[in-house]
């Protein structure tokens, strides 16, 4: 079974805090994909990785910056943490894209800010 | 540009009545589509998948989905509701780029009542 592990699943941060998010997955996949998810808004793609030491933003990069220095790892960085990023981050991973690319996520990090 | 619209952010159906959650779609070529399901504090769970193959698709826990190009629709459906169906559901696409990424739908929360 592919496993997406996330380093936390409860967080809470104070405004202006650095902090880091980390997941780790065991199935060698080459993408990586950081979401967040608020009610109402399904889940919105953050930031994505297609190898090590790459990354592409997605449609919310705003406040966040990631890091990609091995294959299985994939860091999500609040450089200062604000109330408004309050929310789940979600991440996945697949392999590159063929006839399908499905997904396969992690428990999910709830982080509030204070 | 691709989109994914789910009809209804709420559902709610009583134990062992037929479910039926929504989703439309927009896709300029044949489209991948995707069901997941996100039960409470858990990560997202591939229900079934779509790949141009046969329009009927079958997933896990007896969901099923048709795709219908002439209506643009991927509803999910089940004949009798469980207790333990209650969750959230993401109708989710591929776009034109092919790049690995997904759009995922703003949700549809199940309730399933005794």
């Known amino acids: 079974d592919v496993k997406v592990t996330q380093s936390s699943r409860y967080l809470v941060k104070r405004t202006g805090e650095k902090v880091f998010l980390e997941c780790v997955q065991d199935m060698d996949h080459e993408n990586m994909f950081w979401y967040r998810q608020d009610p109402g808004l399904g889940l919105r793609l953050i930031y994505f990785s297609y190898d090590v030491k790459m990354k592409e933003k997605g449609d919310i990069p705003e406040g966040y910056s990631v890091s990609r220095e091995k294959k299985e790892r994939f860091s999500l960085i609040l450089e200062s943490a604000s109330t408004s990023q309050t929310s789940m981050y979600l991440c996945?991973?697949?392999?590159?894209?063929?006839?399908?690319?499905?997904?396969?996520f992690g428990p999910g990090t709830r982080l509030t800010v204070t | 540009a691709q989109s994914v619209t789910q009809l209804d952010s709420h559902v709610s159906v009583s134990e062992g009545t037929p479910v039926l959650l929504r989703c439309n779609y927009s896709?300029?070529?044949?489209?991948?589509l995707f069901w997941y399901v996100q039960h409470p504090n858990k990560g997202l769970q591939l229900l079934l998948k779509y790949t141009s193959a046969a329009t009927l698709v079958k997933g896990i826990n007896g969901f099923e989905a048709e795709f219908k190009k002439s209506e643009t629709s991927f509803h999910l459906t089940k004949p009798s509701a469980h207790m333990s169906d209650a969750a959230e559901y993401f109708c989710?696409?591929?776009?034109?780029?092919?790049?690995?990424?997904?759009?995922f739908g703003q949700g549809t929360t199940l309730q399933v009542k005794p």
């Open positions: 989710v696409v591929t776009p034109s780029s092919n790049t690995g990424k997904l759009i």
């Open positions: 896709s300029s070529y044949s489209p991948s």
């Open positions: 996945a991973s697949s392999f590159p894209h063929g006839t399908v690319v499905e997904q396969y």
